[in-house]
């Protein structure tokens, strides 16, 4: 599933290129490139439907899918830019994958508890304004290490994407404790008929019940722009 949404986003970044839009004088070729896509992954428009709906119903196991597409998507792209420095040719025929653009300016690395008078309510919260983002992959990550001392089994990487017509998706990853480095990744596809204004969330949500003593560094929130993604993916 992760190739097969790594090559639709391929595909809409070539009809961006092309300026081709979706108007009905285009809508049977534009449609002719996804029907392509998922034929050359045996499928057909029925089959991907449900297993987007079962994906769907599975948001934990769609977040790691996502996080996938965006690694294929970024090894695709440094390959492609590769074959275009040794070509030298400015005008390649080959569409270019969006470049990546950092959010995180924070600091990247905190100890908890914050407070050493109080490590039991250690959530992390953070803020991005993101200045009206439009159709794209979010990637927010962190690094964790659970300190001996602790009674806190597991806590919970949280992200709000909030949008200009005042609605909110949630996404959220499970992170379950361990005495080395174990990662958190959340990827979060922007809607293509949505402007985002801004991310927040925790970086470490947790039981405020149980005393927690953990390390956090390599945050990371990357913005990957698309061109419709989302209005393909309800084709």
């Known amino acids: 599933m992760a190739l097969i949404i790594a090559d639709v986003y391929q595909t809409e970044s070539v009809l961006s290129q092309t300026r081709l839009s979706y108007n009905s004088s285009t809508e049977d070729k534009v449609s002719g490139y996804y029907r392509f896509v998922l034929e050359q992954h045996g499928l057909t428009k029925v089959e991907f ?128 404790k361990s005495f080395k480095k174990v990662n958190g990744n959340i990827a979060h596809m922007v809607p293509v008929n949505k402007y985002l204004i801004s991310l927040e969330g925790f970086l470490f949500d947790h039981d405020t019940t149980k005393t927690s003593l953990v390390d956090i560094d390599d945050v990371k929130l990357t913005y990957i722009p698309t061109m419709g993604g989302d209005e393909m993916m309800r084709k």
């Open 49 to 176: 439907d449900t297993a987007m709906g079962w994906y769907s119903a599975h948001p934990v196991v769609l977040s790691d899918v996502y996080e996938q597409a965006v690694e294929i998507l970024s090894r695709r792209d440094a390959e492609l830019k590769n074959k275009i420095n040794k070509d030298k040719e400015e005008h390649s025929a080959v569409a270019k994958i969006p470049n990546r653009q950092e959010l995180w300016k924070d600091t990247t690395a905190f100890q908890l508890p914050a407070n050493p008078n109080d490590s039991l309510d250690n959530r992390l919260p953070f803020r991005v304004d993101a200045d009206s983002l439009k159709s794209g992959i979010l990637r927010l990550h962190a690094s964790y290490v659970f300190k001996e001392g602790g009674f806190l089994d597991s806590a919970q990487l949280r992200m709000f994407a909030c949008y200009s017509d005042s609605t909110i998706d949630t996404v959220s990853y499970q992170i379950h």
